[in-house]
């Protein structure tokens, strides 16, 4: 009887230092998480796909900074997903320059939102658009808003579009172009 009830006592004394144990190691955990999570924006690769109805945008922000918008959903005359989708997400971050903007293909679906963007934004170039006309009404607006601001624009063409840094030393970062529009 006297054993049983030492044997009890330290299972106690072990379960209550497991515990003890389990909860500090949640808590160291959920530190390193916190922190990570509230790192300084410019320390890891950030790509956030946005929500934009029928079509696709794409924002990505580089660990140097720099950044690239892809594509900006459509618009409407009732509703310029621009004007109430990417801008308020774009300065929501911060974001009053955007380096790249990349224009998969010259339809409503995927270049509509960005004639807000272009218009209201600073943009360093354009990536998907020629210097030679074609008969979309989207696209031609695209290319009036870049000529008038004079952002340097031109067609994706297939290989490697090269970061300002790489992502890891040791590599070469890059964006590959698999095929471009016609």
């Not at 029928?54 to 660990?63: E, N």
């Amino acid at each position: 009887r006297y054993l049983r009830c030492i044997t009890n006592i330290e299972n106690e004394k072990l379960t209550k230092f497991l515990k003890s144990c389990l909860i500090i190691a949640l808590l160291v955990i959920s530190i390193c998480l916190w922190y990570a999570a509230v790192l300084p924006s410019g320390h890891f690769l950030e790509v956030t796909f946005l929500d934009v109805g029928l079509g696709d945008s794409v924002f990505v922000r580089f660990p140097d900074g720099k950044n690239i918008l892809i594509d900006g959903g459509p618009t409407t005359p009732e509703y310029d997903t621009g004007e109430r989708v990417l801008a308020p997400f774009l300065r929501h971050h911060g974001i009053r320059k955007i380096d790249t903007v990349i224009l998969t293909h010259p339809h409503n679906d995927h270049g509509g939102g960005l004639a807000f963007i272009l218009e209201n934004f600073q943009v360093g170039k354009i990536i998907g658009l020629y210097h030679r006309d074609i008969p979309i009404s989207i696209y031609r607006k695209l290319r009036s808003i870049a000529d008038k601001k004079n952002i340097i624009y031109q067609m994706g063409n297939i290989g490697s579009l090269p970061l300002s840094k790489p992502l890891i030393e040791s590599t070469e970062g890059e964006i590959e172009i698999l095929n471009p529009g016609d």
